[in-house]
């Protein structure tokens, strides 16, 4: 059997590095937990949220997922929004999807791989709800990228749409939702220019953010 000593010993090097640079951070992080924000992410291991925005441990509430999907039924997800917004009361919740994401080809492909296709049947929905937007974007990387994109934009108005989310805009609890997308190959976060904040102009910004990609984009920038 492989033993896992290298990781432990990893971890105490970690953690002295840690207390060495700031003698009371354990301490600090053991008092209390107040991020500002809500990362809904894929579960990919290229994708490790905190160092992503540069965040320290404590700065940044994460839920992640096969290809970030929210759903109204999934408790689990459901469960992390509510204590978020309830209890730690961040004022910002991000769906982060990325480019290339495994669930996302599968999705669009129809591959086949057991129980998780059930899950991504959620995103082949988005699939067939966009599909000519999908299928202009070019070839299959590039429909993977913008199906990726959609998926967001999907998401991120099923955060809005949660009773969880309603009742906070509705108490006037500072709170905005977005959706970004991160690039595997460059590191960068592109915004898709989804941030809402109330229930009034929420499907608006929604609709403007899936027209926004089918604009051409301008190779000279």
Not at 81 to 107: N, P, T
Request: hydrophobic share 40%; net charge negative.
């Amino acid at each position: 059997m492989e033993s896992l000593k290298h990781l432990l010993e990893k971890n105490r090097q970690w953690a002295a590095e840690r207390t060495a640079q700031q003698s009371d951070f354990f301490q600090r992080l053991a008092n209390i937990q107040k991020p500002q924000y809500l990362w809904i992410g894929c579960a990919d291991s290229r994708v490790p949220a905190n160092e992503i925005v540069a965040l320290d441990p404590g700065e940044l509430f994460v839920h992640r997922n096969v290809a970030n999907v929210v759903v109204h039924t999934d408790l689990n997800c459901l469960s992390v929004i509510q204590f978020a917004v309830d209890v730690l009361k961040v004022e910002h919740i991000m769906v982060v999807g990325h480019y290339g994401c495994g669930g996302v080809r599968s999705a669009l492909l129809n591959s086949r791989h057991g129980l998780i296709d059930n899950w991504l049947r959620h995103i082949q929905d988005v699939n067939q709800k966009y599909r000519s937007i999908v299928q202009a974007a070019g070839n299959v990387e590039q429909q993977v990228d913008r199906l990726c994109e959609l998926n967001v934009i999907e998401q991120a108005l099923n955060v809005c749409e949660t009773t969880i989310v309603q009742d906070a805009w509705a108490r006037k609890q500072p709170l905005q939702v977005h959706g970004w997308v991160y690039g595997l190959k460059d590191g960068i976060i592109q915004d898709l220019k989804i941030t809402m904040d109330s229930p009034e102009d929420m499907r608006g910004i929604y609709e403007r953010a899936v027209q926004h990609l089918t604009i051409p984009k301008n190779p000279n920038g």
